[in-house]
Nanobody, 121 residues
Framework: QVQLVESGGGLVQAGGSLNLSCAAS????????MGWFRQAPGKERELVAAHITFSGSSTVYVNSVKGRFTMSRNNAKNTVYLQMNSLKPEDTAIYYC?????????????WGQGTQVTVYS
């Protein structure tokens, strides 16, 4: 079983930055694909960024955050990060991290409880 705990959310003015963290338990963390998702009120959950470990390593982003958000991971600390710059009010949402045991980023098995990000103009 893997437990994920997000932190780093908060209230920030448009144009500002936040750095989200997701700490994971488990000894096989480095092989998991990790994803950051968000869900705004009244909207469906969407994938924001994912680090895929299957057949190499790659990071993908939804178009709306490309150039503003950067996902990284520190396997020694069992932690993934989401650096969010140039934040916009439309980035307001609950942000979740998730882990995929198979590494492909297709089906996520474990989810954190979420952290609220609110961007005001």
């Amino acid at each position: 079983q893997v437990q994920l705990v997000e932190s780093g959310g908060g209230l920030v003015q448009a144009g500002g930055s936040l750095n989200l963290s997701c700490a994971a338990s488990g000894r096989t963390f480095s092989s998991y694909a990790m994803g950051w998702f968000r869900q705004a009120p009244g909207k469906e959950r969407e994938l924001v960024a994912a680090h895929i470990t299957f057949s190499g390593s790659s990071t993908v982003y939804v178009n709306s955050v490309k150039g503003r958000f950067t996902m990284s991971r520190n396997n020694a600390k069992n932690t993934v990060y989401l650096q969010m710059n140039s934040l916009k009010p439309e980035d307001t949402a609950i942000y979740y991290c998730a882990a995929d045991r198979l590494g492909m980023g297709h089906e996520y098995d474990y989810w954190g409880q979420g952290t609220q990000v609110t961007v005001y103009s």
